[in-house]
Structure formats: C-alpha cells, structure tokens
C-alpha cells in the first residue's frame, strides 16, 4: 500500500520543477521464461526490434524501449519484489482500428481475452482489446478515435 506521508513532498517537488522539464517514460523491465518464444512474440504480434543486450535481449518500439530478464540475464539493482514471468501488464496504443487489431492477433494465433471495452489511457478515452504474452503476462491494444 502507498504511504501517503510523503505525497505533499512529492507535490511540492513536482511544482518546483523547472519550466519547461518533462517527464517521460524511457523505459520499463519485463521477465520472460524462454528468449526465442518471447523474441518470436514480441517481434511478429507487437512489432518490437529486438535488440541483443548481454546475455539477453530488449524490445525497442520506436523511442520506447522494454528491458527484458530472463534465463541468464537478471538486471541489477533489482526491484524490492522481481517481476516474474507473467507478472506484467503492458498496454500499447493501436493506430488502426480496434478490428484491425482484432484480426492481427487472429492471424497469429492469439486469442482475445476481453473485450472491445472502453478504457481511458495516456490520451483519454479508447477501445481496448485484451490478449496473453508467451509467459501469459496481459497485453492491452488500445486506439482511440480519430478526427
């Protein structure tokens, strides 16, 4: 559970910022149980270059990038309680329409969890469909109205 002790801090530090300095998501960390399986995965239904990193690989989808653990590759530091495989849940933005999503994941044998449901993501309200990674981590396709 969050300690709300520190959030006035917080607050205050996040008003003090410096105009004009932004925040942004460089990067998260995932674990997967097998690197070919996941490599295969994340390359052909979510469109991620896999890239070489050590003894392990990352995902780079344009200027986003997931680090990934898995066998013979454990990051350091590491977070008080690891993510293990299947622990995590991503959600990627969709550019085309919900079916056509929809019909990707068909013709790579994904099965959709849930949904079309509406969700509100990082630009307001969507349509969202769910679906499995390898290690049965949930994924999220989201795409939002146009025009």
């Known amino acids: 559970m969050l300690d709300p002790a520190p959030l006035p801090?917080?607050?205050?530090?996040?008003?003090?910022?410096p105009q004009g300095l932004a925040i942004?998501?460089?990067?998260?960390?995932?674990?997967?149980?097998?690197?070919?399986?996941?490599n295969a995965f994340y390359r052909d239904v979510l469109g991620a270059e896999p890239l070489p990193m050590g003894r392990g690989f990352a995902y780079r989808f344009g200027g986003v990038q997931l680090n990934v653990q898995g066998p013979g590759q454990i990051g350091d530091?590491?977070?008080?309680?690891?993510?293990?495989?299947?622990?995590?849940?991503?959600c990627f933005r969709w550019s085309g329409s919900i079916e056509e999503a929809i019909g990707h994941l068909e013709r790579h044998g994904v099965p959709v969890e849930l949904g079309p449901v509406p969700r509100n993501g990082a630009a307001g309200?969507?349509?969202s469909?769910?679906?499995?990674d390898p290690d049965g981590s949930l994924m999220e396709f989201i795409t939002y109205p146009t025009g």
Do not use: N
Not at 24 to 38: G, K, M
């Open 77 to 90: 530091p590491l977070p008080r309680l690891p993510v293990m495989p299947g622990g995590s849940d991503l």
């Open 24 to 38: 942004h998501l460089d990067h998260c960390v995932i674990h997967v149980s097998d690197w070919e399986r996941s």
């Open 9 to 17: 801090e917080l607050a205050e530090a996040l008003t003090d910022m």
């Open 129 to 132: 469909i769910y679906f499995r």
């Open 125 to 127: 309200p969507g349509i």
